[in-house]
């Protein structure tokens, strides 16, 4: 085994003995020692998790911070004692409290208690994690009886009091789940595990799903709640930021181990293991515009594999000889700083990170000034309303205006960002600007030609000219076709080309996206979302569009894939002057990626400007909400215009 | 000897070469070759497989029909006539031709009814008289003597060309309106759910007894149709499965309205609307290849729900011609022996072991193919 | 919520129409009530006057749809298709070949099919849904495992060799019961029936709410019960079965006004004077007139039954009760 381990006595323990929590005293917490998770599946093992270990004292937040499929949520569920059916714990230790509890050697019965007691988790989907014919108070009750064997009145009394710790109000006790939004249901969720008085608390992407306006706010409702309770928080989750604002100590995770381990400044000022760092590099950034984000080659190796070196060295610019012959050590490399790097101690890796963008090549020739290229897409009070149907004979009783008179302009090689959150209506008016779904009022020019008029024909060739990148890799791509034909889909139906050209057309853009050419005859399944997402664009640009819709390109990726796709759009843009409608939730991307920025809400643009204008100057109130709320700036400091 | 080619085995004919023109194009796809292989790893998998394919020889066997030269004088054209006989029947002309008078117990030597015999002593006594082929039938034989052996293999072509044929009748209803209405939505989708919901709304047995009943009047009114027995029972057969066929695709196509609700808000239907491609291309490119997991999953399903149903048909009075040997007509015919003493037992029991082996065979398949083609459901069913 | 049951009930009707119209085409368009004739004379030579005699008789000379010959409203009303097919919308099913009246034989043959059925239905569904609950809690282990197995060999038997079995060891061998027959209020005829009826479904049925329990354990909201620390009981019972209880009802409510029919197989052979028998013997001596009146009454139940369904919906989630 890599992991190396002090003596088992507690106080020398290497992961306890030095980074102490912010108040400073060794307290119980949860450790976890050595843990290893393993699938068997049809002759193989899976190994997702292998050798994790790190603690969480009460009375502080611990992030374990990592990129999908790093093995991070299985981790949580093994604590919890509630992996999925197939996996098993194969090794390990998890101790609670002082004295120490084994919990992997607990029989179930016992476990039950510890299990929404002394431990306790909150998930990732509010929409599907609360039972839907149970009421709020009948879920609460249940952990309540379970665990203080509270019933009756003195229940409901407690779960009032339980309601209004995490912000909701008693008259939410009668309440269904789908009668409460995203954030209430999240909120609904931990004040029942907070019935059972958790020593420690540990939420698995607990804002993954949720708007970033609600994440902000159910962030500073989890940090609150711990301090104010003095219970350990662990916080799973993928966002670098939103770990910067929530831990006190951070652990890295990739390919199933912990590759980085500190206080959160350590890392985020000097981390010291090379995924670490190229996480941080390829996170796009308003001051990163116009430079090339910094990329992860390859991927991540699959959990079958054999390692016999550092699992990172095939991705790393620093790796040598040694990387690839020795497991690394899981080491202390400063004072309370661990990594699992040859070079985390020596100055060494210093030099081998890329650390200054200015090296990369930026993107400057963005040719003549925006006003003076050609106008590709004229949008005018745009409409989409969808009747409401109410009584006996369905009669239209009014109108869901979806998206409600819309105007916008978009010029040749020009990008205009269209920032909102969900069900602010930014799909419906892509879909309304394509004509996939009939407006119901207002205008859309593309390149000069009003489409309302359109119809057969001239729209099909029409089609040619605007495009559309969607959100899901795996939903984006028939999984029955080829890519080969997926990209010759389009060419066939709207470009006069015999099959040869087209096929050579096919091998121009797989390469002009940076795929291998025999990946015209694979299927989807054989290739991962950034690769998938290159296939989406590639059978976007295969009919030549002057207008590309981009709906959320890039937020079903890892920020790493996310990077690439980036660098790739904004290389396509240059080579072909194409003009980009990015719809994103994202403001770094915007920042990064666009040159004008529209803001919706409610179906109406409430704000509209340049980036730099919009981003550091906002005028509408919305918009400033939202850049509030975004994290990466800290929890208090925004406290008091979030609540 | 001169083939003879029943309406039946030409569509059984159109299957096979159907069969084999979908699996000429699909052998080189990947994603239909892999399900397959997975099927065939498993020991339930390979040896289902090895049941089903005996039935189905025997069933192909049965199939290629053909009518004995009569023996005709030297210089006379050629005379046909007679039975119309199977490749089956050739090959079981031993059992086939081993008639008794009545029923006789499996492997037993002596017939189950007492007869006068005259003994050795020259007296007439009422005893169980010898079989003439005392041993000859492992199973024993029926109420007029002939082999519940050579029965059961009959009744296996039956059987399977209810599964099959009802099958073919019913994918392109399930198919066509199933999607369609999924797809389209709209008025189409309302006019597709009042059809199902209509047929639905009457009791299964009632519609097919109703429709039987009328094609049954209509053969008896056009008698001078069919020249032979096996020609009519044929028709009866097919009408049978045609019934079944149209009135249970609603399954199916609910199934497939449902998927195709979901897929049609799939992003990569969008794209292709977003290219401008016709519906019928869509439907056809990316919807259909995309349900066909739930088709098969179904087919297979199906299948040994209609094996069994012949039974219960054919008991109703409203399932084969009664003269077809088929397992519903050979339990109809034994189910009121059990009244006597001894008990008549070995013609149920042939019955129900050979349809059982069957249906439980395709279900043990099923299931091994539904896990390979849908991993989502392993380990649920 | 009241309109949408209002509406439920609105679309009744163009569904029977449909169902009327169908039948109709089949007893009446296909099958002439002159082949009809023939059939029951039987004679091979049936003289013209003779089918002609038969077909007023039974009330069948009429014109399809429009009677040239009559006045007025006439012209539609004293058709074929009013006497025979419109009139079963009052219930009005007219008389049987043997002339006894229909309306009157399917009221007195309801008791001893409801008899069996009811008793069926509710034994069966209590038994399948506990024997389902007990292979889901044993779930991955060799219990489970032999349950699925028990369940796929019990559906791949034929449902005859149930009743079968049953008569010749219950009834000839052990004579724990009567082999058949039926008396109002005797409940030893009834054991049989029921026990032959629950038995024969165990396999489908079994695998069927096992598979919708599976697909409910599988949900998040389970996860997050097990996460508060719940008992596996608890899980399954309150969580699992409370929300498996809406596809569930999905299944079960709309057969219940079928229970009505009977069951074809069973009371033909248990001889229970119910709706089953009188059914197949219709279709045995091919009464047209008893086979149309209860396709129509089967629609009229299923139609009764989704109805049903609608309302027991509200009952067990609150999405559709509050919305």
């Known amino acids: ?643 | 000897m001169k083939p003879i080619l029943l309406w039946s085995d030409a569509l059984i004919l159109l299957l096979l070469a159907t069969l084999a023109a979908l699996l000429w194009l699909a052998r080189h796809n990947e994603a239909l070759r892999d399900p397959w292989r997975q099927v065939m790893r498993g020991r339930v998998g390979r040896v289902t497989a090895l049941i089903l394919s005996l039935y189905i020889s025997i069933g192909l066997l049965d199939s290629a029909h053909y009518v004995e030269r009569l023996p005709a004088a030297p210089g006379q054209p050629a005379q046909y006539g007679g039975e119309v006989r199977s490749a089956l029947d050739g090959l079981l002309t031993p059992i086939r031709v081993s008639v008794e008078k009545t029923y006789s117990a499996p492997l037993a030597a002596r017939l189950y009814a007492k007869e006068s015999v005259m003994g050795p002593d020259g007296v007439e006594r009422r005893d169980y008289p010898q079989l003439k082929h005392p041993g000859a039938h492992l199973f024993g034989t029926d109420k007029v003597g002939q082999d519940v052996l050579y029965l059961s293999l009959k009744s296996i072509r039956t059987g399977l060309l209810i599964g099959s044929l009802t099958t073919l009748v019913m994918l392109p209803f399930a198919l066509g309106l199933g999607i369609a209405a999924g797809y389209f939505g709209g008025r189409v989708d309302d006019v597709i759910q009042y059809l199902y919901t209509t047929l639905n709304s009457i009791p299964g047995v009632l519609l097919i007894a109703a429709a039987v009943l009328v094609v049954q009047v209509q053969i008896e009114a056009h008698a001078e149709l069919f020249n032979t027995a096996a020609a009519r029972s044929d028709v009866r057969l097919l009408a049978l499965c045609g019934i079944l066929g149209v009135t249970g695709w609603t399954g199916l196509a609910r199934l497939l309205r449902a998927e195709a609700l979901k897929l049609r808000e799939l992003e990569f239907v969008l794209a292709a609307r977003a290219f401008g491609v016709g519906h019928g291309r869509i439907l056809l490119r990316h919807l259909l290849p995309n349900v066909m997991h739930l088709v098969l999953i179904t087919v297979v399903l199906d299948f040994s729900g209609l094996v069994l149903a012949e039974a219960v048909l054919s008991y109703v009075g409203v399932g084969v011609d009664p003269g077809m040997i088929s397992f519903g007509n050979m339990i109809n015919g034994a189910r009121l022996e059990l009244a006597r003493e001894p008990v008549v037992w070995w013609q149920l029991a042939a019955a129900f072991v050979f349809m059982f082996v069957l249906v439980l065979a395709a279900n043990l398949f099923a299931d091994q193919v539904r896990d390979a083609l849908d991993p989502k459901s392993r380990g649920r069913t | 919520m009241l309109n949408y049951l209002i509406r439920r009930v609105l679309y009744a009707v163009p569904i029977l129409l449909g169902v009327n119209l169908l039948t109709f085409a089949l007893f009446f368009m296909v099958n002439t009530p002159d082949d009809m004739a023939r059939i029951h004379l039987g004679a091979k030579h049936v003289t013209a006057t003779a089918i002609a005699r038969w077909k007023s008789a039974h009330g069948y000379d009429k014109p399809l749809f429009i009677n040239e010959q009559a006045a007025g409203m006439g012209k539609a009303a004293d058709t074929l298709f009013v006497d025979k097919s419109l009139r079963l919308f009052a219930l009005d099913f007219g008389a049987a070949d043997d002339g006894r009246d229909i309306a009157r034989e399917i009221g007195s043959r309801m008791g001893p099919s409801l008899a069996i059925a009811l008793p069926t239905f509710a034994v069966g569904l209590l038994f399948y849904v506990s024997f389902a609950l007990l292979l889901v809690f044993f779930r991955g282990t060799n219990l489970d495992a032999g349950g699925v197995v028990l369940c796929v060999a019990l559906m791949s038997i034929s449902g005859l060799f149930y009743v079968i079995a049953g008569q010749y060891l219950m009834g000839k061998l052990w004579h724990w019961f009567p082999i058949s027959g039926y008396q109002p209020g005797a409940w030893q005829f009834l054991v049989m029936p029921v026990l032959v009826g629950v038995v024969g479904s165990i396999g489908d049925s079994t695998r069927f709410y096992r598979s919708l329990f599976f697909e409910e354990i599988a949900r998040d909201y389970v996860r997050t019960a097990r996460a508060k620390g719940l008992s596996e009981l608890r899980v399954l019972f309150r969580h699992v079965l409370g929300n498996a209880m809406i596809p569930i009802l999905t299944g079960v409510v709309v057969v219940i006004p079928r229970l009505f029919l009977g069951s074809l197989i069973i009371e033909s052979f248990f001889g229970i004077p119910g709706l089953g028998s009188y059914t197949i013997d219709a279709i045995q001596a091919q009464d047209f007139a008893i086979v149309r009146s209860m396709v129509f009454l089967g629609s009229l139940l299923y139609i009764a039954g989704l109805v049903l369904t609608d309302l027991s919906y509200t009952l067990a989630d609150p999405r559709v009760r509050l919305e």
Request: with cysteine; hydrophobic share 45%; proline share 6%.
């Open chain 1, 1 to 643: 085994m890599s992991v190396s381990h002090g003596r088992p006595k507690e106080r020398e323990h290497p992961l306890g003995g030095t980074a102490r929590s912010a108040k400073g005293a060794l307290m119980g917490g949860l450790v976890v020692e050595n843990l290893r998770i393993e699938i068997p599946v049809a002759g193989r093992t899976l190994v997702p998790v292998d050798g994790v270990s790190f603690r969480v004292e009460t009375n502080e937040c611990v992030a374990l911070l990592g990129e999908s499929g790093c093995g991070k949520s299985m981790t949580a569920l093994a604590l919890m004692r509630l992996l999925p059916e197939g996996a098993r714990i194969a090794k390990g230790s998890v101790k609670l409290g002082t004295p120490a509890e084994e919990l992997f050697t607990l029989p179930e019965a016992a476990m039950g208690k510890v299990r929404g007691g002394r431990l306790a988790m909150i998930f990732q989907e509010p929409q599907t994690s609360l039972n839907p014919v149970m009421t709020v108070a009948g879920q609460i009750a249940e952990a309540l009886a379970a665990h203080l064997g509270l019933r009756g009145a003195a229940a409901q009394a407690e779960a009032v009091r339980l309601l209004e710790a995490v912000g909701l109000t008693r008259g939410h006790l009668t309440a269904y789940p789908f009668q409460l939004s995203g954030g209430q249901r999240q909120r609904a969720l931990i004040a029942m595990m907070l019935a059972g008085e958790p020593e420690v608390l540990i939420a698995d992407e607990p804002t993954t799903a949720l708007d970033v306006t609600v994440q902000a706010q159910i962030l500073e409702l989890l940090r609150g709640l711990q301090r104010q309770r003095g219970m350990g928080l662990l916080l799973i989750t993928h966002d670098l930021d939103v770990a910067s604002d929530m831990a006190d100590r951070v652990a890295v995770m990739y390919a199933g181990q912990i590759v980085e381990w500190a206080s959160r400044d350590q890392i985020y000022t000097t981390p010291r293991h090379p995924y670490t760092q190229r996480l941080f590099a390829v996170l796009p950034r308003l001051e990163r515009r116009g430079q090339r984000l910094d990329s992860l080659p390859g991927r991540v190796p699959p959990p079958d594999s054999v390692f016999t070196g550092c699992r990172f060295a095939p991705r790393c610019a620093a790796a040598f000889s040694r990387c690839h012959e020795e497991i690394p050590a899981f080491h202390e490399a400063a004072p309370g700083h661990f990594a699992r790097c040859h070079l985390a101690a020596s100055p060494a890796w210093q030099a081998a990170s890329p650390d200054s963008q200015v090296a990369n090549p930026i993107f400057t020739s963005r040719g003549s000034p925006l006003a003076a290229r050609a106008t590709i897409l004229e949008v005018r009070n745009l409409a989409v309303h969808f009747p409401i149907r109410r009584g006996l004979f369905r009669r239209a009783v009014g109108s869901f205006k979806a998206v409600d008179g819309v105007s916008l302009s978009l010029h040749a090689g020009e990008t205009l960002a269209l920032v909102g959150e969900s069900g602010c209506g930014k799909s419906t008016l892509a879909r309304a600007i394509l004509r996939l779904i009939e407006p119901t009022g207002g205008s859309v020019a593309v390149a000069g030609e009003a489409l309302a008029g359109l119809s057969g024909e001239a729209l099909r060739r029409k089609r040619a000219e605007m495009q559309i990148v969607f959100q899901d890799p795996y939903a984006s791509l028939n999984p029955r076709m080829r890519i080969g034909d997926i990209l010759e889909e389009g060419m066939a139906a709207l470009l006069p080309l015999a099959a040869a050209p087209r096929r050579a057309r096919v091998k121009a853009l797989l390469d002009q996206v940076g795929l291998p050419l025999d990946a015209a005859s694979r299927y989807p399944h054989e290739f991962s979302g950034g690769q998938r997402q290159r296939v989406a664009i590639a059978r976007a640009l295969a009919v030549r569009p002057k207008l590309l819709i981009l709906d959320e390109p890039t937020s079903a990726l890892d920020v790493s894939v996310q990077a690439q796709i980036l660098d790739l759009l904004a290389e396509l843009q240059v080579a072909h002057g194409l003009a980009y409608l990015f719809i994103t939730h994202n403001l770094p991307v915007v920042g990064y990626l666009a040159q004008r920025v529209a803001v919706m809400r409610a179906g109406r643009i409430v704000e509209e400007g340049p980036v730099e204008q919009i981003l550091t100057a906002p005028r509408h109130e919305y918009t400033r909400l939202l850049l509030d709320s975004a994290p990466g700036g800290g929890i208090t400091a925004r406290h008091k215009r979030c609540m």
